[in-house]
């Protein structure tokens, strides 16, 4: 989704503050393709870092604005993700944070502030043969990146 809510801008300008001290670039904010979308998209030496940001004024009902990407949110995601690498021939290996943050409603400070690192791994269709074994696989370039589940 496109921000034009003040609170979203103010998430995501700290959200890329955040990166940037932890030796990220940012590569893009708000990331749009067709009806794919990323928040931002950040590299460093070796990863690129696809990023949601969650930007609240509280924490609706004891959730924090991080708890409210859900599984659909994540598979978008990666295909998004997926989507920037094969149009930019990007060779660095892909990971994917999430970072929550609250903003005090009147003075739009930031109280609250989570940056979720490798917050979760692709869970989907293997690429190659289009089967779900358990385990996830994810053809980057002509790399497989992959992980066995326990």
Not at 65 to 94: F, L, T
Not at 114 to 137: C, D, L, Q
Request: proline residues 3%; contains cysteine; hydrophobic residues 35%.
């Amino acid at each position: 989704m496109f921000v034009t809510h003040p609170i979203g801008i103010i998430g995501e300008t700290e959200a890329a503050q955040v990166l940037e001290k932890k030796g990220f670039r940012i590569l893009e904010h708000n990331w749009r393709m067709g009806h794919l979308e990323m928040d931002l998209i950040a590299e460093s030496k070796t990863e690129i870092a696809f990023v949601e940001v969650k930007a609240r004024t509280s924490d609706f009902g004891d959730k924090l604005p991080e708890e409210y990407v859900d599984a659909d949110k994540r598979r978008r995601m990666v295909v998004a993700a997926n989507a920037y690498i094969k149009h930019h021939h990007c060779e660095k290996h892909p990971r994917f944070d999430i970072i929550g943050i609250i903003v005090h409603p009147e003075t739009k400070e930031i109280i609250y502030c989570n940056h979720m690192e490798n917050a979760f791994s692709p869970t989907i269709r293997t690429v190659n043969t289009g089967s779900y074994s358990g385990s996830w696989k994810w053809a980057h370039r002509s790399k497989t990146i992959g992980s066995k589940r326990r």
